[in-house]
């Protein structure tokens, strides 16, 4: 059974998993509206994952007894000024979601609650594979700097991203 404080921490989690969703959702779109669809394919597909990560967190609150308590999703922003400025602010945003799943970590560690505890730890492998991923896109815009050829190449490259995952997170 999850104590209270648990309980709320982790629908708070569900709210910043859904909200991340929501985030990716937003600069798919941006990135389609500038016709970058290799970049957009890779939000679309990072926006599903956010929903996964939602997901997981609904299943756990409830197979502990817990109670799901859905709470409104802020709206995320609609415009950047590049994609170089999309990749600064997505690595920005999973850096804040490391920091929430590590504070998760250290509620349930003082709660002595080892059964999310575990849950946990696969959340913060997954996000030293997500701000890995990130950080390597931005690398690659940054590298590129002024030259339009390059942004057509990462496009190509992000456009191999499938829900399974691999090609474009390795790149
Ligand atoms: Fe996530
Ligand atoms: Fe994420």
Do not use: C
């Not at 997954?126 to 991923?133: A, D, I, K, M």
């Amino acid at each position: 059974m999850l104590t209270e404080k648990m309980e709320n921490a982790l629908n708070n989690q569900l709210n910043a998993e859904l909200y991340s969703g929501y985030l990716y959702l937003s600069m798919n779109a941006y990135f389609k509206s500038i016709n970058l669809d290799g970049f957009a394919n890779w939000m679309y597909f990072q926006a599903q994952e956010e929903l996964t990560h939602a997901m997981k967190l609904y299943d756990f609150i409830i197979s502990r007894g817990g109670r799901v308590k859905l709470a409104q999703v802020e709206a995320p922003p609609t415009l950047w000024d590049s994609p170089l400025a999309v990749f600064e602010a997505t690595l920005e945003h999973e850096r804040k979601v490391t920091g929430l799943i590590n504070d998760l970590v250290d509620r349930a560690l003082e709660a002595h609650d080892h059964a999310t505890n575990i849950f946990l730890q696969w959340f913060v492998s997954e996000q030293v594979e997500e701000e890995e991923n990130v950080g390597g896109v931005l690398e690659q815009l940054k590298l590129m700097g002024e030259a339009k050829g390059g942004l057509f190449m990462i496009d190509r490259e992000l456009a191999k991203r499938s829900p399974t995952g691999a090609a474009a997170e390795s790149t």
